[in-house]
């Protein structure tokens, strides 16, 4: 019984060790196709970084300017620093130099990085342009390294001069024809500036017109006459039974001012009513004349500006007091001495 179940037992581990080692076989199999890939690409050595700097030509004449190329190839990954470049390299000088332009493989494993220098030199000779030095930077792995360019000679050649020819000009004077542009611009300039002139001369001279002292016209007949006479026409056009005080007012401050101005030398148009009665006050008249006059002014004022009614009595005040002062101003004459023999 012992030996049947032994037997039967034996019998059903073959089958499972077969299934074992059957897939062992396949893990091994699969493992065989993954691995490679990754160990190979692991085993292949990464690309160098080359850097190189090249001059279009070896030689020039003096004064004339060349390029200078640099490059640097690197595997991705890796950052490159540029050179810094000095005024000068040796003798040679860098009149300009370009962006870096950038260029990456179709299967990005590498970029090429171009400057050029722009360069020249004004002295004639031999010159050794020093290896130019890179520095780079792995990303991953945080290393960094130093690369340098080959030394280059630059020859500087001068220009062949025959001394035993006299000296002439390179090319004779050229006669350049005068454009319609050109005379159409002149033209314009000549007209804007004889405008500029005459404007000029029209402003000094309005400006010594308005500098010149303003002639007072001398009136035919003494002022006082004038005054009374037009202080008469106002009466007579009875504008206070109008209601036109303002205008009434105004005729009447406007004769007093015209006689001042006319009698005593004052610019009583032109003056405010305190700078009338300053200027009056110098003349030493009576208190009772200044205050009349000052009456006469200050209601005028507040009839126009403040445009105040005045009473019936302030408007016939305001008459009276204008004949008042000017009877009282004016220059004695003879008449006046006749008619005091007569009343006398």
């Known amino acids: 019984m012992n030996l049947n179940r032994t037997i039967m037992t034996a019998s059903l581990i073959q089958p499972v060790l077969k299934i074992k080692k059957v897939t062992r076989l396949t893990l091994v199999c699969l493992s065989l196709l993954v691995i490679p890939h990754t160990l190979i690409r692991a085993a292949l050595p990464a690309a160098p970084i080359v850097v190189s700097a090249k001059p279009d030509t070896n030689q020039i004449r003096i004064g004339e300017q060349f390029k200078i190329t640099l490059k640097a190839n690197v595997p991705t990954g890796v950052n490159v620093n540029f050179p810094l470049f000095p005024d000068t390299l040796n003798g040679i000088e860098i009149v300009s130099k370009s962006k870096i332009d950038t260029i990456?493989?179709?299967?990005?494993?590498?970029?090429?990085?171009?400057?050029?220098?722009?360069?020249?030199?004004?002295?004639?000779?031999y010159y050794a342009v020093e290896p130019f030095h890179f520095t780079s930077l792995n990303k991953e792995t945080?290393?960094?390294?130093?690369?340098?360019?080959?030394?280059?000679?630059?020859?500087?050649?001068?220009?062949?001069?025959?001394?035993?020819?006299?000296?002439?000009?390179?090319?004779?004077?050229?006669?350049?024809?005068?454009?319609?542009?050109?005379?159409?611009?002149?033209?314009?300039?000549?007209?804007?500036?004889i405008a500029l002139i005459w404007f000029l001369i029209h402003l000094w001279k309005k400006r010594k017109k308005t500098d010149s002292p303003p002639q007072v016209k001398i009136p035919s007949r003494p002022p006082y006459e004038l005054a009374l006479e037009a202080l008469k026409k106002t009466e007579q056009e009875k504008l206070l039974q109008q209601g036109l005080y303002k205008q009434y007012?105004?005729?009447?401050?406007?004769?007093?001012?015209?006689?001042?101005?006319?009698?005593?030398?004052?610019?009583?148009l032109e003056l405010t009513t305190d700078e009338t009665l300053d200027r009056i006050h110098r003349k030493k008249f009576s208190v009772d004349i200044i205050d009349k006059l000052a009456s006469v002014l200050q209601?005028?004022?507040?009839?126009?500006?403040?445009?105040?009614?005045?009473m019936a009595d302030e408007n016939e005040k305001a008459m009276s007091y204008a004949y008042d002062?000017?009877?009282?101003?004016?220059?004695?004459?003879q008449s006046d001495?006749?008619?005091?023999?007569?009343?006398s």
């Open 104 to 125: 990456t493989a179709e299967d990005k494993s590498n970029t090429t990085y171009i400057q050029s220098l722009l360069t020249t030199s004004f002295d004639s000779g």
């Open 142 to 193: 945080g290393l960094t390294d130093t690369f340098s360019t080959e030394a280059f000679l630059i020859t500087v050649k001068t220009i062949d001069v025959d001394t035993t020819v006299a000296i002439k000009d390179i090319k004779p004077i050229l006669t350049v024809p005068v454009t319609w542009q050109e005379i159409l611009t002149y033209s314009l300039i000549g007209i804007l500036s």
């Open 249 to 268: 007012h105004s005729n009447v401050s406007d004769i007093l001012r015209q006689y001042i101005e006319h009698s005593y030398d004052i610019n009583a």
């Open 337 to 343: 001495f006749n008619n005091k023999e007569v009343s």
């Open 325 to 333: 002062f000017v009877n009282s101003t004016r220059p004695v004459t």
């Open 299 to 310: 209601t005028a004022d507040l009839v126009k500006f403040a445009k105040l009614i005045p």
